[in-house]
């Protein structure tokens, strides 16, 4: 059965630091991973997918790396702003099967 | 494309009632999803349609709860005889199923508290 962990469960930085969260899967055997944000009572917000057979992806400012080999992924937000408070939700597919999410690392910005 | 809607936002009942959350897709997507997430918990998958057609459901989904998608286009997710332990955070998700993979696109979710 697919697992997917998140380390840290928190983090809180000042404005402007470089972070990366972790995700690490059981089973490397994936079709796909994203990474979601979500702000309080709120539904998930896509940040990034990459294929299984894609090393990173970017978009502004966030940069999702895989490693499947590994059952690993990061995800590097540079430059963090306060707006970029909210809980991040890494999700592994499994194949033709729906997505199987860890429970987030919840990230602070300090102004 | 005016996203994933989801109706009611929050529902209070009294356990053992019956409620109903609606779920309105990405018009073009063929895929739905409802997923159930509680406190500080990743939303845990619950079942999926393709069109019509209800493709697989979670050990999760006791006999209570039931789902459709009766033209392919909106779903609904029913839950009897609601518990306390249904309390949670109910969202709905759509993607489009075919060449390539699309990112799953998730509505605001119903919250409901079962008293």
């Known amino acids: 059965k697919q697992e997917v962990t998140q380390i840290p469960a928190a983090l809180s930085v000042p404005e402007g630091e470089n972070l990366v969260l972790n995700c690490s899967f059981t089973?490397?055997?994936?079709?796909?991973l994203q990474w979601f944000r979500q702000d309080p009572g709120k539904g998930l917000t896509s940040l990034l997918l990459?294929?299984?057979?894609?090393r990173e992806q970017t978009s502004g400012r966030l940069n999702a790396s895989l490693d499947k080999s590994s059952g690993r992924s990061t995800l590097y937000i540079a430059a963090s702003q306060p707006g970029d408070s909210a809980t991040y939700l890494c999700a592994v597919c499994p194949g033709n099967t729906p997505l199987v999410f860890g429970k987030g690392t919840r990230l602070s910005v300090i102004a | 494309d005016t996203g994933v809607s989801q109706d009611p936002r929050h529902k209070i009942t009294k356990r053992g009632q019956n409620v109903t959350f609606r779920c309105d897709p990405i018009s073009e997507h063929n895929r739905l999803y409802w997923y159930r997430q509680t406190l500080g918990q990743g939303p845990e998958f619950l079942t999926y349609f393709q069109n019509e057609a209800q493709l697989e459901k979670s050990r999760l989904l006791s006999d209570r709860f039931s789902a459709e998608r009766p033209k392919g286009s909106f779903s609904t997710l029913e839950i009897q005889r609601t518990e306390q332990g249904d309390s949670a955070m109910y969202l709905c998700?759509?993607?489009?199923?075919?060449?390539?993979?699309?990112?799953?696109?998730f509505g605001n979710g119903t919250r409901l508290t079962v008293t």
């Open positions: 990459i294929q299984s057979s894609q």
């Open positions: 998700a759509s993607s489009l199923a075919g060449q390539g993979v699309t990112p799953l696109h």
């Open positions: 089973d490397s055997a994936i079709y796909n």
